[in-house]
C-alpha cells in the first residue's frame, strides 16, 4: 500500500547544479501537486497538475519546472539550485472531487543548497 | 480570495490538560475545511474534515473540530492530549465552487503542539 512515493528523500546540491525529485502515486489519483515547507511558512504550492498532460503554477514556481509524465508520475525539477530553494519538498495527489476532497502527502525530501 | 489563519505558532500543554488549537479563514464562498497532522520527520496526513452535515466532526484518535460559520472558525480540540500528539497541526480551506482542474487547498502556517510530561 505505498501511495505517494517521492524521492531523493534527502539531497545536497551545491548552488548552480540541477536535480529532479521523483513522484509517484498508486492510487490512479487525476490530480497531483508539488509543495515546499519552510519553517513558519506552513505549505506553499510550487506547481499542480489537474490531469495527464496538464500543469499549471502555484504560488512560487519560479526556478523550478515540472513534468507530468503519465498519470502516475510528476517531477519536479530544480535547473539552477539556489540557497533559498533549501527546503523540504512534499509531492502529493488527490482524486477527483466527486470521489473525495482528501489530499495524500508523500514522505518529504529534505534539501540543502549550499 | 481565500485565506486561513493560525493564531498561534506554538501551544506548549502538559500532558493529559486539554488543548485548542485555533483556526480562522476568509472566504467568500461556502467551503470544505481540513486538518492535517505532522507528525516529526513525516508527510502530512489528514485528521479530520468539514464537507457538510453535522458542524462537529472528531478523528479516530479523540480530537474534534466544530465549524462556525459565524464566526468562520474550525477550532481543533482534544480534552486529554498524550505525548504522541506531539506534531504539527495544519488547518486549510477549499472552496466548494470551481472545477477540478483549478482545485486547491489554502493552507494556515502550522501550530506546533509542545506536550510538556
Known amino acids: 500500500n505505498a501511495g505517494v512515493t517521492q524521492t531523493p528523500k534527502f539531497q545536497v546540491l551545491k548552488t548552480g547544479q540541477s536535480m529532479t525529485l521523483q513522484c509517484a502515486q498508486d492510487?490512479?489519483?487525476?490530480?497531483m501537486y508539488w509543495y515546499r515547507q519552510d519553517p513558519g511558512m506552513g505549505l506553499r504550492l510550487i506547481y499542480y497538475s489537474a490531469s495527464e498532460g496538464t500543469t499549471d503554477k502555484g504560488e512560487v514556481p519560479n526556478g523550478y519546472n515540472v513534468s507530468r509524465l503519465n498519470k502516475r508520475e510528476f517531477s519536479l525539477r530544480l535547473e539552477s539550485a539556489a540557497p533559498s530553494q533549501t527546503s523540504v519538498y512534499f509531492c502529493a495527489s488527490r482524486p477527483d472531487r466527486r470521489s473525495g476532497n482528501t489530499i495524500y502527502f508523500g514522505e518529504g525530501s529534505w534539501l540543502t543548497v549550499v | 480570495a481565500q485565506s486561513v489563519t493560525q493564531l498561534d505558532s506554538q501551544v506548549p500543554v502538559f500532558e493529559e490538560a486539554p488543548v485548542e488549537l485555533r483556526c480562522n479563514y476568509s472566504s467568500s464562498v461556502s467551503v470544505y475545511l481540513f486538518w492535517y497532522v505532522q507528525y516529526p520527520n513525516q508527510g502530512l496526513q489528514l485528521l479530520l474534515k468539514y464537507l457538510s452535515g453535522s458542524t462537529l466532526v472528531e478523528s479516530i484518535n479523540g480530537f474534534e473540530a466544530e465549524f462556525n460559520k459565524s464566526q468562520t472558525s474550525f477550532h481543533l480540540r482534544k480534552p486529554s492530549v498524550h505525548i504522541s500528539d506531539t506534531a504539527e497541526y495544519f488547518c486549510a480551506v477549499s472552496d466548494l465552487e470551481g472545477m477540478d482542474s483549478n482545485y486547491q487547498l489554502i493552507w494556515g502556517a502550522g501550530t506546533k503542539l509542545i506536550i510538556k510530561p
Open positions: 492510487m490512479n489519483h487525476n490530480s
